[in-house]
Structure formats: C-alpha cells, structure tokens
C-alpha cells in the first residue's frame, strides 16, 4: 500500500499561470480532503470530496480554486490564474469513510508563485 | 466557532516529559486528534481519542482530556531528540472535516 501520493511535490509558477495538483488515496479509501498551510502556520481545511462529488467545500476561496475527484484518476486542486499569495504547501488527505475519521496525509505540494 | 489553540513552542531536555496543550471551542467534537509532522514532510497521525474517554495511553504517549474545560494535551515520556517537530493538535467537526490547530514546535536538546 503505496500511502497517499501527492503530485508534483514542488512546484513552482509565475502569476498568473494555472497549478494543477494530483491527489491518489490510499487503496480503499473513498473520502479525500485537501488542506493549504502557509508558512509558519497551522493546516486550513480547504475542500472535503468523495467520488464525483463535492461534500464540504468551505474552506475553498470563492474565486479561481476548484477541486474534483472523478470517478477514475486522482483528486485535482487546480488554481487558477496564480497569485503570490497562493504560494503554500497543499496537502491531501484520505480515509475510508467510517470510524474514527482517521486521516492519512500525503508528504504534500509545495506551491511557489513567482 | 472553529477555533483550535495551541502554545507555539516547547523547549525541553532529552529524557524529560513533554507536555503539549490544546484548547477547542466545539464542545460536540467526536474525536480529537494529535498528529506530528516533520520538517518537509506530511502529517503522521500519533493518536486519538474519543470525546467520553478523559485518557488514552499508547507506549511513550498519553492523552489527557477535559471536556468541561475543552482542553487536551499530549504527554510524551522520556522524550528523544527524534520527537523534535511540529505537534498539532485536531478536533473533527460533524461535517468530518477535521480543524487543526496552530501548532506546538517541539525543540529537544541534548
């Protein structure tokens, strides 16, 4: 069981341009959240998503963020249109959706915006 | 409101405790969490606790919890150098999103 895989681990764009992170949960996991930490801070929770559906997406900002988990292939958090202030670390995290709710976090996307 | 507090340093001695504090504001959270991570790296789950349990022990790990004053906190016992990192506590919310909180830096020194 390969974990939570994160896609790229670095990446590094100029404003404006588009990021793209990849997400694939752990084998029988349903359930992916995606999390943002800034520099020296703590995890903000960002979106909650199970297969081909959105179910908590209040941490995400209103405009140029979105978040999908289709049916086949990983979790992406896209974001458009890149600001500096979107550089940050991005995590995912699965589950399987029943219990404890015990997250297993991916090593992370380290977003740098030029 | 979601708000999870921690102090954001804690320098001890290798071989003593470590004694790591959280606060949380929602009082109907169901499980409350301590979770470890390492410079460059994700968060690697240490342990959890059910909210009508008042203590959890896992080897070198306590968990203490006080729902009438919503405070939680992490013994670590003969702590290591190795246990140097950021401790963050977590509290999950009905909707099964979990709220993190700021984050204690662990600095042990020899």
């Known amino acids: 069981n390969a974990g939570v895989m994160q896609n790229p681990r670095h990446l590094v764009r100029r404003r404006g341009q588009e990021a793209r992170l990849r997400c694939s949960p752990m084998k029988g996991h349903s359930h992916v959240y995606w999390y943002r930490q800034l520099p020296e801070e703590g995890l903000k929770f960002m979106v909650y998503?199970?297969?081909?559906?959105?179910?908590?997406e209040s941490g995400m900002p209103k405009e140029r963020f979105s978040a999908e988990f289709p049916k086949e292939g990983p979790s992406i958090l896209r974001i458009q249109q890149v600001v500096r202030g979107d550089s940050a670390a991005y995590f995912c995290?699965?589950?399987?959706?029943?219990?404890?709710?015990?997250?297993?976090f991916g090593a992370g996307s380290r977003l740098t915006v030029l | 409101g979601e708000d999870v507090e921690q102090s954001l340093f804690l320098s001890v001695r290798e071989g003593d405790s470590s004694v790591i504090n959280c606060t949380y504001t929602d009082s109907s959270s169901t499980y409350l969490y301590w979770y470890k991570q390492e410079p460059g790296a994700g968060l690697q789950l240490l342990t959890y606790?059910?909210?009508?349990?008042d203590m959890k022990q896992d080897q070198r790990l306590t968990v203490l919890l006080n729902k009438k004053d919503k405070h939680l906190s992490l013994r670590i016992a003969d702590t290591q150098t190795g246990d140097s990192a950021i401790y963050f506590c977590a509290e999950s919310m009905d909707t099964d999103k979990l709220i993190f909180g700021t984050g204690t830096r662990l600095q042990v020194f020899p």
């Open positions: 998503l199970q297969k081909e559906n959105i179910i908590d």
């Open positions: 995290a699965s589950e399987t959706g029943s219990g404890a709710n015990v997250l297993t």
């Open positions: 606790i059910f909210s009508n349990m």
